[in-house]
């Protein structure tokens, strides 16, 4: 059987891009066979902006996630496997998918009832992966934005919030 990741990874890419956030990857650096600019990494993870107008010719494939990115204005190829990818996640609002490390020759998708969760590269569980990720933001960032254009907190939760009598729209959480 195959993988859920790539089609999970493909679904919250889509669903971030509907909404009109900005879709972040966070990737193991560390993973073999991922092709990535030096220098951007912080303790083995790299935060990417993926969202159409930072990337050209993304590709979100079973295997590998790849595109051409602008790193300090120089273009650069990219290319990281499905497996090195830890978490796909709004940059505005932080809704979107943490995956734990599968095992190498892993191909499952997920956990039989009863086992417990793998952890990752030096013991992280997934809210781990989300501080991380935080703490990375704009370090992997490809597309500049001064802080006046930001979103405050207080916006983000209010656009939020559901209208009376009009059904709002399921958002994805992580789960600690």
């Excluded at 560390?30 to 107008?53: F, H, M, T």
Aim: hydrophobic share 30%.
């Amino acid at each position: 059987m195959t993988s859920t990741r790539p089609y999970l990874i493909r679904a919250i890419h889509e669903w971030i891009i509907d909404n009109g956030w900005t879709p972040y990857l966070l990737a193991d650096a560390d993973e073999g066979g991922a092709l990535l600019p030096g220098g951007y990494a912080q303790d083995g993870k790299i935060v990417l902006n993926v969202s159409y107008n930072a990337t050209k010719h993304l590709a979100l494939g079973n295997e590998k996630v790849t595109f051409t990115g602008r790193f300090n204005g120089v273009s650069m190829p990219v290319s990281i496997p499905t497996d090195a990818v830890l978490a796909v996640y709004a940059k505005e609002t932080g809704a979107g998918m943490a995956f734990h490390e599968e095992p190498q020759g892993d191909d499952r998708g997920g956990l039989l009832q009863g086992e417990e969760r793998p952890r990752g590269k030096e013991g992280r569980e997934s809210g781990e992966v989300e501080e991380v990720a935080k703490s990375l933001e704009n370090e992997g960032s490809t597309e500049e934005r001064p802080e006046r254009d930001k979103p405050g907190k207080e916006e983000i939760l209010s656009s939020k919030l559901p209208t009376p009598g009009k059904p709002s729209r399921p958002t994805l959480r992580i789960v600690k």
